[in-house]
């Protein structure tokens, strides 16, 4: 079955850029999808179809997919930007998340 | 604004039933798909389950096929995600969410409930 591989953890200066990646066989070849969760909250959409952001999603998260990893850049991070994200594709009849990456702004 | 409430999350005893729901607003109801996903304690997503918009179609994962049953009822504006033959494993915050556009499936998720959480326990 198709997987989703996630770092466990990133960590980025206040202020800089943050980038989560999220690698897939031949990733580029599906729709990638990801989400923001603070704790204690619901999940968030905050890109589709690779690069599109939702209406409200400030314009500093942005995202790319090529060959076998698709990319979730957050520019200018603040510390509200800190929390789990995910990645996510819809695979014929499943949908698959990674398993999840915790931003830290330092 | 587009609203989902889940209700019914509990503790129940291994091998027990529940049955959850999701009420929706804000949006018609009847014109979008719609998913379960949960989130066992310090874990990640898990996707569930979906259903068309008309009914008509229901996916499942396979960790819950045969187990779980998901429904809605358009005229109610109420999806439900009946719980059966439950393990501890399942224990969970258990999330309904939306189909992004409307139709047939896009198979991506906004908005999101707050989630209620299903606690299977002796």
């Known amino acids: 079955s198709y997987e989703l591989t996630q770092p466990l953890s990133v960590s980025v200066a206040l202020g800089q850029t943050a980038r989560i990646t999220c690698g897939g066989n031949?990733?580029?070849?599906?729709?990638v999808h990801w989400y923001q969760q603070k704790p204690g909250q619901a999940p968030v959409l905050v890109i589709y179809?690779?690069?599109d952001r939702p209406s409200g999603i400030p314009e500093r998260f942005s995202g790319s997919n090529s060959g076998n990893t698709a990319t979730l850049t957050i520019s200018r991070a603040q510390a509200g930007d800190e929390g789990d994200y995910y990645c996510?594709?819809?695979?014929?009849?499943?949908?698959?998340f990674g398993g999840g990456t915790k931003l830290t702004v330092l | 604004q587009v609203q989902l409430v889940e209700s019914g999350g509990g503790v129940v005893q291994p091998g027990g039933s529940l049955r959850l729901s999701c009420a929706a607003s804000?949006?018609?109801?009847?014109?979008?798909?719609m998913h379960w996903v949960r989130q066992a304690p310090g874990k990640g997503l898990e996707w569930l389950a979906f259903?068309?918009?008309?009914?008509?179609?229901?996916y499942y994962a396979d960790s819950v096929k045969g187990r779980f049953t998901i429904s809605r009822d358009n005229s109610k504006n109420m999806l439900n995600l009946q719980l059966s033959s439950l393990r501890a494993e399942d224990t969970a915050v258990y999330y309904c969410?939306?189909?992004?556009?409307?139709?047939?499936?896009?198979?991506?998720?906004?908005?999101w409930g707050q989630g209620t959480l299903v606690t299977v326990s002796s």
């Open positions: 969410a939306k189909d992004f556009l409307e139709g047939l499936i896009k198979g991506w998720f906004d908005p």
């Open positions: 804000g949006f018609t109801f009847s014109s979008y798909g």
């Open positions: 259903i068309r918009y008309d009914g008509n179609d229901k």
């Open positions: 179809r690779d690069s």
């Open positions: 996510q594709v819809w695979d014929t009849t499943t949908a698959l």
């Open positions: 031949n990733i580029v070849s599906k729709n």
